[in-house]
């Protein structure tokens, strides 16, 4: 159970935090969330979606808008990206997960403030990193993560914009998924959307003008190709299944920079 609080002197002055070097904490999230700049990585590796986003303050049926995620399993709970041993198998780790155990959240008069996971394990009086440093100012590593998720907070906001004029458009279809699991009976995966391709090339002029420039026709391009990458979520399945022994002879391993974001 994770229990973010955010980072004071209070808090953090005597603490010490280390960096993850296991993707153990991700191994339930079959779904990640992902902004536009990651959209070019991520259509190399793992098959992207829209889902709708809630709506604040709203019940959870209530949605407004869709956002982009990375498809990581083919069941709620369950990441086949993630290695029974941990390590990552794929390319690209999605931004959303490299900034853990940190997360910003609102803070009130429309602040965002870095919050820590507690019960991450990676907190305590022994560790790689200080939070504070000699001055009681805030460590520089620290401010490297803060900064990180910064630039992901800012593109998502952008990227929700590309995402309603997607809609606005009529762009945004239901997408049943249909795949052979790793006990090799189809799965149907529900909830999930997808870029209308037909109804994309059927858009008039102005409307393609209208989405390139907003940066939108790019972002719909990268998640209809990356439906091909559907193939490997069975292959993991389906490997996981055997428990294959050498994952790593069949996928690749990322190795960009947990903290860099973008190009």
């Known amino acids: 159970m994770s229990q973010f609080i955010p980072i004071s002197a209070e808090h953090h002055a005597s603490l010490r935090w280390r960096r993850y070097s296991s993707y153990e904490f ?121 900064e990180f998720l910064t630039q992901i907070e800012r593109n998502r906001t952008a990227t929700l914009g590309i995402c309603d004029r997607l809609q606005a458009h009529g762009l945004i279809q239901p997408w049943p998924v249909k795949l052979q699991g790793g006990d090799g009976g189809q799965r149907t995966l529900e909830g999930l959307f997808r870029v209308d391709e037909a109804a994309l090339n059927a858009l008039p002029a102005e409307g393609l003008t209208e989405l390139r420039d907003a940066g939108a026709l790019s972002l719909a391009y990268c998640q209809l190709l990356s439906m091909q990458q559907l193939s490997l979520l069975g292959e993991l399945a389906q490997a996981r299944a055997a428990q294959a022994p050498k994952l790593d002879d069949v996928f690749s391993f990322p190795d960009d920079d947990l903290l860099h974001f973008g190009d």
Not at 27 to 51: D, N
Not at 88 to 111: E, I, M, S, T
């Open 26 to 146: 991700a191994q339930q999230t079959h779904l990640a969330a992902l902004v536009g700049a990651e959209l070019p990585k991520a259509v190399m590796t793992m098959p992207i979606a829209l889902v709708p986003r809630p709506q604040a303050d709203s019940p959870p049926e209530t949605t407004q808008g869709y956002m982009f995620v990375a498809l990581l399993g083919l069941e709620p709970g369950v990441n086949l990206y993630v290695a029974p041993d941990g390590r990552w198998l794929g390319r690209y780790v999605p931004a959303a997960l490299r900034g853990h155990p940190f997360r910003l959240a609102q803070a009130g008069n429309d602040k965002l403030a870095l919050c820590v996971d507690q019960d991450s394990g990676l907190i305590g009086e022994q560790g790689d990193e200080p939070f504070f440093d000699q001055n009681n100012e805030v460590a520089e590593p620290v401010k490297q993560v803060m």
